[in-house]
């Protein structure tokens, strides 16, 4: 594949190859030595080891720079907990059957985040008081999961320990002992457990919980030590070079910021800098998390993950408050942006995450988002927690993002088990940013093995902003011949938008409730108007509509252009 002529004085052109197997990873001895370090949890052992010598004070209470959600915190004031569409009694927690993610929000006790955020401390320390009884009463004295990940004690320990006005101001010495016992517990079973938390965020997670345990606590510079070379290592096999997550999904990068950002506030605190890591992991995934961002400020939908809101994204972005523009090129993290004019376009040129993060991971290779200012035009269906499992699944396949789907198949297998199979291996990609239009070209092998095509996807972008002139290709190769196989382009439309096809069935012209109005064109195939659904921030499924060009591919290889542009 050769790079697009440029355009213009001063246009770069970079190319590169992608592979799925290009990821940090977890060796098979890792692997052993974990899996024994979690069943060493459960012997005489390991409780012996978590009695430890002397109760535990805090020698400060650092502040949380993330704002909570208020409506979360006022459904707290009325006794009941709500998070991705489950509302649940306090009196009901411990019955357990919630979803895992309202588990976590529970375990977690990022609650505790949006509590504050709805009341005054007055009013919140009986409901977070009742709340930590009933937890200590089930999960302090007995190891065991999901209360014991190590992953969310490291969140516990953040929470507990900025909030511990709340959950301490009460004159029940013995209560306040419990509370701080049940601290010094968990933050032993972190000092041997935090590696075995998954790769990625979640050991992220739980070595920043034994740092902060290091910081806070009495005599815990060897701890705060050990954490920091816990977390350098684990952050090595989380990020990529230019800052994304493995797991590629936005809405994780986002809670990676959150996560460093309440992090650095231990440090500030206790008056020290962040460790090296640290501070180079929250300068990186910065940039990374604001050019996931589409016209709204809101994130794009990807890897199973929704359009988290613009206010979080802007809470999150302005706690840090580090300068690092954006990176539109992530060439890890595999996601492109252009931005000409007022006009958004978000493509996913990279593999899937790699197989040990693949469940819950999309098969949207290829796939583009794009907005006009604040309006969303193109958009994935998206994703997020609290769904029914057969709509997860759905949500998944490749015929729910913006891109092509040959043979109704996926371009990267889904198993039942949630994992990803056999598909695309490798994506091959080239960018120009001229003074007349910005372009993408990228191809993917997904298709090559089953099929015989390759599918090759051109995005030029003009530089006003005014038109997104789109190209898809299938090319003959690898061993197997290629045959006459049926195809389907999948636009999948924001909700809201009114849509008129054509007389001449080769277009549609798009009205949003807000904004300009554009008109779709391609020269191939016949278009349809099919249902679609599209996840919103609040994880609430609504109808949408997709435009769908269908056609044969041809064995010799197939081209479809088609174009968005602005009318008015």
Same mark, same amino acid.
């Given at each position: 594949m ?5 355009s213009?004085?001063g246009e770069?052109?970079?190319k590169r190859?992608?592979?799925a ?5 977890t060796?098979?001895? /890792? ?12 012997t005489?052992v ?5 009695r ?7 020698l400060d ?13 006022r459904a ?12 649940i009694?306090?009196d ?10 309202f588990?976590?929000? *529970?375990?977690?006790?990022a609650?505790?985040?949006d509590?504050?955020a709805?009341?005054?401390?007055r ?5 977070a008081d009742g709340?930590?009884?009933? *937890?200590l ?6 190891? !065991?999961?999901p209360a *014991? ?15 511990a006005p ?14 701080l016992?049940a ?6 079973h ?8 998954p790769?990625g965020?979640p050991?992220v ?7 902060a ?6 005599g815990?510079?060897?701890r $705060?030590a050990?954490?920091?070379a816990?977390i ?6 989380a990020?990529?070079?230019?800052g994304?997550?493995?797991?590629r999904a936005?809405?994780?990068q986002?809670a ?11 440090? /500030?605190v ?12 929250l300068?990186? $995934?910065?940039?990374v ?5 589409l ?5 794009? !939908?990807?890897q199973?993950?929704g ?23 992530a060439?890890d993290?595999?996601?492109q942006?252009?931005v000409c004019g007022?006009?958004?376009v978000?493509?996913?040129a990279?593999?899937?995450p790699a ?14 988002e794009?907005?006009?200012g604040a309006?969303?035009l ?9 769904l ?20 109704e198949?996926?371009?990267t ?6 994992? =990803? ?7 091959? =990609?080239?960018?120009n940013?001229g003074? /007349?239009a ?10 090559v093995k ?16 005014r038109?997104?002139e ?9 061993r ?5 196989t049926?195809l389907?382009?999948?636009f999948?439309?924001?909700p ?9 069935g080769?277009?549609?012209?798009l009205?949003?409730? !807000?904004g ?5 064109r391609?020269?191939a195939?016949s278009l ?21 060009v269908?056609?044969? $591919?041809? /064995?010799?290889?197939t081209?479809?252009p ?7």
């Open positions: 050769t790079d697009e002529p440029g213009g004085d770069r052109s970079d190859q992608l592979r197997g290009e990821r940090p990873g060796s098979l001895t /890792e692997k052993l030595g974990h899996g024994l370090k979690r069943l060493s949890w459960r005489p390991h409780k012996l080891r978590l430890g010598r002397y109760p535990l004070q805090l209470v650092p502040a949380d720079p993330i704002p909570g959600n208020v409506a979360a915190g707290l004031l009325e006794q009941r907990m709500v998070v991705a569409g489950e509302s009694a306090f009901a927690l411990d019955r357990g059957g919630f979803s895992p993610a588990a976590e929000y *529970w375990q977690s006790f609650w505790l985040r509590l504050a709805a009341t005054d401390r009013t919140a320390t009986p409901i709340l930590m009884r009933q *937890w009463a089930v999960h302090a004295r007995t190891v !065991s999961e *014991w990940r190590p992953d969310l004690w490291g969140r516990r320990i953040l929470f507990w320990t900025a909030y709340i959950l301490l101001d009460t004159q029940d010495a013995d209560y306040r002992k419990a509370v016992n601290l010094a517990r968990g933050a032993r972190l000092d041997g457990a935090a590696d075995t938390a790769q965020l050991r997670m739980a070595w920043a919980g034994v740092i345990a290091g910081l806070l606590f009495p815990g510079d060897l $705060a050990h954490g920091e816990g350098t290592r684990a952050l090595a096999l990020v990529h070079v230019d994304g997550l493995i797991s936005p809405v994780e986002l990676l910021v959150e996560l460093l950002a309440q992090l650095r506030g231990v440090y /500030e206790r008056a020290r800098p962040p460790s090296g890591a640290v501070a180079l992991a300068a990186n $995934a910065v940039p998390l604001a050019s996931a961002t016209g709204d400020g809101a994130l794009s !939908s990807w199973g993950g359009p988290a809101s613009a206010a979080r994204v802007a809470a999150a972005l302005a706690a840090i408050s580090v300068r690092g523009g954006t990176r539109d090129d060439r993290w595999g996601y942006r252009l007022k006009t958004r978000i493509m996913d990279a593999p899937p197989a040990a993060l693949s469940r819950g991971a999309c098969a949207s290779t290829l796939a583009f794009m907005s006009d309006q969303r193109v958009v994935n269906c998206g994703g997020g927690p609290g029914p499992a057969d709509l997860v699944k759905g949500l998944r396949t490749t015929a729910a993002h913006s891109t092509l789907v040959l043979a198949t996926n371009s297998a889904l198993h039942p088990d949630g994992t =990803m199979g056999r598909g695309v291996t490798q994506v091959e =990609m080239s960018r940013d003074a /007349e910005s372009r993408i070209e990228a191809s993917h092998d997904g298709y089953r099929f015989g095509f390759s599918h090759v996807r051109r995005l030029s972008l003009t530089a006003d902003g038109a997104l789109g190209e898809d290709r299938l090319l003959p190769s690898g197997k011949k290629a045959a006459p049926p389907s382009l999948w999948h439309l924001a809201g938008i009114e849509t008129v096809l054509t007389t001449d080769q277009g549609a012209l009205r949003p409730s !807000s300009a109005g554009w008109q779709f391609t020269r195939g349809s108007l099919e249902d679609s659904l599209w996840v919103d921030g609040a994880g609430r499924p609504r109808a949408s509509k997709a435009l769908v269908a056609l044969d $591919a041809a /064995e010799g290889g081209t479809i088609w174009s968005f542009r602005r009318v008015s």
